[in-house]
């Protein structure tokens, strides 16, 4: 691993783990660590008491010394342009991400979550997201939004969204499409309506461009959800998934969400991240992405958009959260540290 790789998260939970004058002992094979070790240490506050060399090609020891973090600044907003939603930044801490599933109706060829009718389930379990849900509540949480998958695939999704709609306001992101009859519509019924949001996926006004996406039929299928939706007093968000050249398709779309009074505080427009499934969109990094905590069966990861990426794996357990929620805080400390500098990134070979 080197720090292009993943390499920061891990330094960061390892140093998480220790206590301020102790000290972790860094092996490495790669020459571009030991100098980048230097610099990561002294922004983030550490100290370097040794560093050694077996062979001048390697491998070699880093010792670093746990000293102070610096803390971090507040959020500024990401950049955007006219295609995309806007908005000020969600202070860390701020939202939990669980993933209920992962196993879905559709096969999107953007997918981040590599999801489709033959994924894994890896279902999270009802307690383990009623745990994060209360520790959540403890450490601060202000809100909580369930992904998958097609969370409606999960067979306690009513149960789940009941239980946390008790603790905190819940988004539960759908493709609108399994709830038409039968057992997910009175799961559907069953949700109270006051504190739950169906966040509906929606990418155009016609449907080639949706279909083209997501399956044959499956625009009319959701455009039908997005109705019964609102028939049962859900409270309906569209999002929709877009490359930054399609404007001329959110023009459209918002055309339709008038005629269908989505009023404008309830529309989203994400991009397409180049992760999973998807072959072309945004690259993403923790350096580009705003960190939101995101639960998942087996850990918990810098983003939503990036739980098939390893390099923003935060835990290797969807519980506790406190220890990864400190390792994103120190993580985004010593990111700034480095944007004071003028630097855009910790490391310098990303
Ligand atoms: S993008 Fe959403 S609807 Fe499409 S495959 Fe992934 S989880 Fe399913």
Same mark, same amino acid.
């Given at each position: 691993?080197d720090?292009?790789?993943?390499?920061?998260?891990?330094l960061?939970?390892?140093?998480?783990?220790?206590?301020?004058?102790?000290?972790?002992?860094?092996?490495?094979?790669?020459?571009?660590?030991?100098?980048?070790?230097?610099?990561?240490?002294?922004?983030?506050?550490?100290?370097?008491?040794?560093?050694?060399?077996?062979?001048?090609q390697?491998?070699?020891?880093?010792?670093?010394?746990?000293?102070?973090?610096?803390?971090?600044?507040?959020?500024?907003?990401?950049?955007?342009?006219?295609?995309?939603?806007?908005?000020?930044?969600?202070?860390?801490?701020?939202?939990?991400?669980?993933?209920s599933?992962?196993?879905?109706?559709?096969?999107?060829?953007?997918?981040?979550?590599?999801?489709?009718?033959q994924?894994?389930?890896?279902?999270?379990?009802?307690?383990?997201?009623?745990?994060?849900?209360?520790?959540?509540?403890?450490?601060?949480?202000?809100?909580?939004?369930?992904?998958?998958?097609?969370?409606?695939?999960h067979?306690?999704?009513?149960?789940?969204?009941?239980?946390?709609?008790?603790?905190?306001?819940?988004?539960?992101?759908t493709?609108?499409?399994?709830f038409?009859?039968?057992?997910?519509?009175?799961?559907?019924?069953?949700?109270?309506?006051e504190?739950?949001?169906?966040?509906?996926s929606?990418?155009?006004a016609?449907?080639?461009?949706?279909?083209?996406?997501?399956?044959?039929?499956?625009?009319?299928?959701?455009?039908?959800g997005?109705?019964?939706?609102?028939?049962?007093?859900?409270?309906?968000r569209? =999002?929709?998934? +877009?490359h @930054? $050249?399609?404007?001329?398709? #959110?023009a459209? !779309?918002?055309?339709l969400? %008038? /005629?269908?009074?989505?009023?404008?505080?309830?529309?989203?427009?994400?991009?397409?991240?180049?992760?999973?499934?998807?072959?072309?969109?945004?690259?993403?990094?923790?350096?580009?992405?705003?960190p939101?905590?995101?639960?998942?069966?087996?850990?918990?990861?810098?983003?939503?958009?990036?739980?098939?990426?390893? =390099?923003m794996? +935060?835990? @290797? $357990?969807?519980?506790?959260? #406190?220890?990864? !929620?400190?390792?994103?805080? %120190? /993580?985004?400390?010593v990111?700034?540290?480095?944007?004071?500098?003028?630097?855009?990134?910790?490391?310098?070979?990303?």
């Amino acid at each position: 691993m080197d720090c292009g790789g993943g390499l920061l998260l891990l330094l960061m939970r390892s140093i998480g783990k220790i206590e301020t004058g102790q000290v972790l002992l860094v092996h490495t094979e790669e020459p571009s660590v030991p100098p980048d070790l230097q610099d990561w240490a002294r922004l983030a506050g550490h100290e370097i008491v040794d560093s050694t060399a077996e062979h001048p090609q390697g491998p070699w020891r880093v010792s670093v010394r746990r000293g102070e973090a610096p803390s971090a600044q507040a959020p500024s907003a990401g950049a955007s342009d006219d295609v995309f939603s806007r908005g000020p930044a969600t202070p860390v801490g701020d939202r939990l991400w669980l993933y209920s599933n992962f196993h879905c109706n559709l096969a999107c060829s953007y997918c981040c979550a590599e999801s489709s009718p033959q994924a894994s389930p890896r279902l999270l379990p009802l307690d383990v997201a009623l745990a994060a849900a209360d520790e959540f509540c403890a450490l601060g949480g202000r809100e909580l939004l369930v992904t998958g998958g097609e969370p409606f695939l999960h067979p306690q999704i009513h149960v789940m969204m009941t239980e946390l709609a008790r603790r905190l306001p819940v988004t539960l992101l759908t493709n609108a499409m399994t709830f038409h009859s039968g057992p997910r519509r009175t799961a559907l019924q069953a949700m109270p309506r006051e504190r739950v949001t169906l966040q509906i996926s929606l990418d155009s006004a016609g449907p080639e461009l949706h279909d083209h996406n997501r399956g044959l039929r499956s625009h009319a299928k959701t455009l039908a959800g997005i109705a019964d939706a609102r028939d049962l007093g859900f409270t309906v968000r569209i =999002a929709a998934t +877009l490359h @930054d $050249h399609e404007a001329d398709t #959110a023009a459209n !779309l918002n055309a339709l969400l %008038d /005629t269908l009074d989505i009023e404008p505080a309830n529309r989203l427009i994400r991009p397409v991240a180049r992760q999973g499934f998807a072959e072309h969109g945004q690259p993403v990094s923790i350096d580009t992405l705003q960190p939101e905590l995101t639960v998942t069966a087996d850990g918990i990861w810098w983003h939503p958009v990036a739980v098939t990426d390893p =390099a923003m794996r +935060l835990a @290797d $357990h969807p519980l506790p959260l #406190a220890p990864a !929620l400190a390792t994103i805080r %120190d /993580t985004v400390a010593v990111q700034d540290a480095a944007h004071r500098e003028g630097r855009r990134h910790v490391f310098r070979c990303v």
